[in-house]
């Protein structure tokens, strides 16, 4: 399965696009790919290869993120998120199509589906995170902080153990053994580079999205979906509680946990249990 990449432009800027089709058309919705917080469309590439052998995939870095343009606000919001999404629809010209959305990205989804409910068919959440009143202030203060190049380089310090503190720890930043992600794997270093290379072409805007996810009103905006929804985690995601949570919430919903996508056999796995729910 080839990777396409190109772009599309918004009134901010160029949005860089990863895409993938079958060979043939085989008369399936378009499905719409937003990623997590807070490096690419990158991260996506594994199970796009596997739902891209029968439908379009379509994968944006989200504004401020990997290689597309910041957002024009300061602190957007999910609304100007799910806002960013349909003009991108509407330059593939695309009525409708289906959503899946990891982390932020779920919340991105969450948004469109219920302010665009004529342009989104079915909707998948992998992984959300659903927090107390006190952790999300705790995350907007402590978990996305912003960032600026400096004349010492500490970015790129920085930047290294962001990423790879949150492979170790959950939340990243609280590392003590009772926060220790106990099905924790560390990626090989070639994985870590890459993500840490798109949070760092995204230095000083990646924080925008994790903190419009964390003030997202999630419990209120959820019920409020309309489309059927598949509600699901790996088992070694950190947010995997969510699930249940958003599950409880929705009026039309299934939920998962799958095994972990880091094996082949475990991407199959989530990568069917996607496809039943799409084309059932």
């Given at each position: 399965?080839?990777i396409?990449r190109?772009?599309?432009?918004?009134?901010?800027?160029?949005?860089?696009i990863?895409?993938?089709?079958?060979?043939?058309?085989?008369?399936?919705?378009?499905l719409?790919?937003?990623?997590a917080?807070p490096a690419?469309?990158?991260?996506?590439?594994?199970?796009?290869?596997?739902?891209?052998?029968?439908?379009?995939?379509?994968?944006?870095?989200t504004?401020?993120?990997?290689?597309?343009?910041?957002?024009a606000?300061?602190?957007?919001?999910?609304?100007?998120?799910?806002d960013?999404v349909a003009?991108v629809l509407?330059q593939?010209g695309?009525?409708?199509?289906?959503?899946?959305g990891?982390?932020?990205?779920?919340?991105?989804?969450?948004?469109?589906?219920?302010r665009h409910?004529?342009?989104v068919?079915?909707?998948?959440?992998?992984?959300?995170?659903?927090?107390?009143?006190?952790?999300?202030?705790?995350?907007l203060?402590?978990?996305?902080?912003?960032?600026?190049?400096?004349?010492?380089?500490?970015?790129?310090?920085?930047?290294?153990h962001?990423?790879?503190?949150?492979?170790?720890?959950?939340?990243?930043?609280r590392?003590?053994p009772?926060?220790?992600?106990?099905e924790?794997?560390?990626?090989?270093?070639?994985?870590?580079?890459?993500?840490?290379v798109d949070v760092l072409?995204?230095?000083?805007?990646?924080h925008?999205?994790?903190?419009?996810?964390?003030?997202?009103?999630?419990a209120?905006?959820?019920?409020l979906?309309?489309q059927p929804?598949?509600?699901m985690?790996?088992?070694?995601d950190?947010l995997?509680?969510?699930?249940?949570?958003a599950?409880?919430l929705a009026k039309?919903?299934?939920?998962?946990?799958?095994?972990?996508?880091?094996?082949?056999?475990?991407?199959k796995?989530?990568?069917?249990?996607v496809l039943?729910?799409?084309?059932?």
């Open positions: 399965m080839l396409d190109s772009f599309v432009r918004l009134t901010e800027g160029l949005v860089h990863r895409s993938c089709a079958p060979a043939e058309d085989q008369g399936k919705p378009p719409y790919m937003v990623h917080s690419s469309a990158v991260t996506l590439i594994p199970i796009m290869t596997e739902l891209g052998r029968t439908r379009r995939c379509i994968a944006p870095d504004l401020g993120n990997g290689d597309s343009v910041g957002p606000l300061d602190a957007p919001d999910m609304d100007y998120y799910a960013s003009r509407d593939f695309l009525d409708q199509v289906d959503l899946y990891s982390h932020t990205g779920a919340h991105i989804c969450c948004e469109l589906a219920i409910p004529a342009r068919r079915k909707v998948v959440f992998d992984g959300i995170g659903m927090f107390s009143p006190e952790a999300r202030a705790e995350y203060k402590h978990y996305a902080p912003e960032i600026t190049p400096d004349d010492f380089g500490t970015q790129f310090v920085w930047a290294w962001f990423i790879r503190d949150q492979v170790l720890h959950f939340p990243y930043f590392r003590s009772e926060y220790r992600r106990t924790a794997v560390m990626p090989p270093p070639e994985a870590l580079h890459t993500i840490v072409k995204a230095l000083t805007t990646y925008k999205g994790y903190r419009a996810a964390f003030r997202h009103k999630d209120e905006r959820i019920p979906i309309t929804l598949f509600c985690a790996s088992e070694d950190p995997k509680d969510g699930v249940d949570r599950h409880a039309a919903a299934v939920k998962a946990i799958l095994p972990s996508e880091r094996t082949p056999e475990g991407l796995t989530k990568a069917a249990a039943r729910f799409l084309d059932g």
